[in-house]
């Protein structure tokens, strides 16, 4: 993981912004695991901007959560979630740019047009924005892509 930077003066707590931000990653990570999708969405603002793995986009916490429900209860029931954090970056003190690598296993099936790696695990880039707002850390943007395998020669 590349250290945490910040983009202003060294005197802000950039090790408590990382602590609580690495906290937050990993209550959604626990929150995914027990497929509760209000717990998943609880730190996202009300006005979240969410991109899936498929394009779609969505721009509320409810639509976020709202989908998440439906995924737990049907493909991604029992599934179980890692994510580990390639890059935080502070570019302002009350705003994190968070690039984490996940992946997933345990799934039921995987949604059209989406595949499997080679280890059978689902993997992403994820690129979260979070502001502070009100002395805590919110989720404002969720971009999330799945990783192509490269083609098999032939």
Do not use: C
Not at 22 to 36: E, K
Not at 68 to 86: C, E, P, Y
């Amino acid at each position: 993981m590349t250290a945490a930077v910040a983009a202003w003066p060294a005197t802000a707590d950039v090790a408590a912004d990382e602590a609580a931000i690495r906290a937050l990653i990993a209550a959604q990570v626990d929150a995914w695991n027990r497929g509760d999708a209000e717990a998943h969405a609880a730190a996202f603002r009300e006005d979240v901007l969410f991109t899936n793995i498929l394009g779609m986009t969505y721009g509320t916490r409810a639509e976020f959560e709202q989908r998440h429900s439906v995924i737990f209860s049907t493909f991604f029931r029992g599934s179980r979630l890692a994510m580990t954090i390639r890059a935080l970056r502070f570019p302002a003190p009350d705003v994190a740019l968070v690039d984490l690598e996940t992946a997933l296993t345990g799934f039921q099936a995987l949604p059209p047009g989406v595949a499997a790696g080679p280890d059978g695990g689902l993997h992403t880039r994820l690129l979260q924005v979070m502001v502070r707002s009100g002395g805590a850390w919110q989720v404002a943007a969720y971009h999330n892509v799945d990783v192509k395998t490269a083609p098999t020669a032939r």
